[in-house]
């Protein structure tokens, strides 16, 4: 099991000793493509995935989800997150273990899914239907001080319902005059670079764990892939997700970090619990 940075109550203790100054942005990754995003004292929770339940789920299949690092946090003590997104309903990124415990403990918590995902958010997570704030391609919402833009995502092309909604998005937050774009899943598809170097990107939270028939799950961007995306949208900084957390399926985070070097890309490879701040203190 690879150790987290900090979990439990070390990373609480960071959390909370983050300054919340306003020209601050304070970034956590959490294991898989989840993150915690913390600006002048309010905090975002992107596709958390603070459980065991595909583990279990998986036990015994021949997609066994065996997990390679150490959770984080308990969920349940995230009770100060003012806002959660998912980013499509793939359980590792709309996880009902992990989110209904942050419900219980902040219930004025607000929920940003992809507007097709309503009902499946609605049953999966135990809320009203109405409660989501639902977002699709050019969708922009605020809450809690983030100002956040659907951007679509794809596994191969991007994919509708049959109202025009997308299934996978990924998001650009705005806070405090830095600019997020977190992924979801996906790969490239034609129209993004030009869509996400528009947002003039801080950071690009992309995946790197690549795709491959055998594991029989729709892929991501590979390694190559990620880092010729960062390159070409103006990302000033990638740090890549959704590795190291399912044996069969992850990417290798040395071989980002050394083909980003050869080819001048930015990058900060994070350990689970470990924060990343924007702006000087």
Request: proline share 7%.
């Amino acid at each position: 099991m690879i150790p987290a940075f900090l979990r439990d109550n070390a990373f609480l203790s960071d959390v909370r000793a983050a300054p919340s100054q306003p020209g601050l942005l304070h970034l956590w990754w959490l294991g898989q493509s989840g993150f915690l995003a913390q600006h002048d004292g309010r905090f975002l929770l992107m596709d958390p995935y603070l459980s065991d339940s595909l583990t279990r789920k998986y036990a015994g299949s021949d997609t066994p989800h065996v997990r390679m690092s150490e959770r984080v946090v308990e969920p349940s003590l995230l009770g100060f997150v003012s806002v959660i997104t998912c980013s499509h309903a793939h359980t590792d990124h709309m996880d009902p273990e992990t989110i209904r415990p942050i419900l219980a403990a902040n219930p004025a918590v607000e929920l940003v899914i992809p507007e097709a995902t309503r009902d499946t958010a609605a049953q999966r997570l135990g809320v009203e239907r109405a409660r989501p704030l639902g977002m699709n391609d050019g969708v922009q919402r605020d809450a809690a001080g983030f100002t956040i833009r659907g951007i679509p995502s794809a596994h191969d092309l991007p994919e509708t319902d049959a109202e025009g909604n997308h299934l996978y998005l990924g998001y650009v937050l705005e806070a405090g005059g830095r600019a997020i774009y977190h992924s979801g899943d996906t790969r490239s598809w034609d129209g993004l670079t030009g869509r996400l170097a528009a947002f003039d990107l801080d950071i690009g939270l992309l995946p790197i764990n690549g795709w491959a028939p055998g594991r029989r799950v729709k892929g991501n961007l590979d390694i190559d892939e990620a880092v010729t995306l960062g390159l070409a949208a103006g990302m000033r900084l990638v740090v890549p997700h959704h590795f190291n957390m399912f044996e069969f399926n992850t990417g290798d985070p040395g071989a980002f970090l050394a083909a980003a070097d050869r080819r001048g890309l930015a990058v900060k490879v994070l350990r689970p619990g470990e924060r990343l701040t924007l702006g000087c203190p």
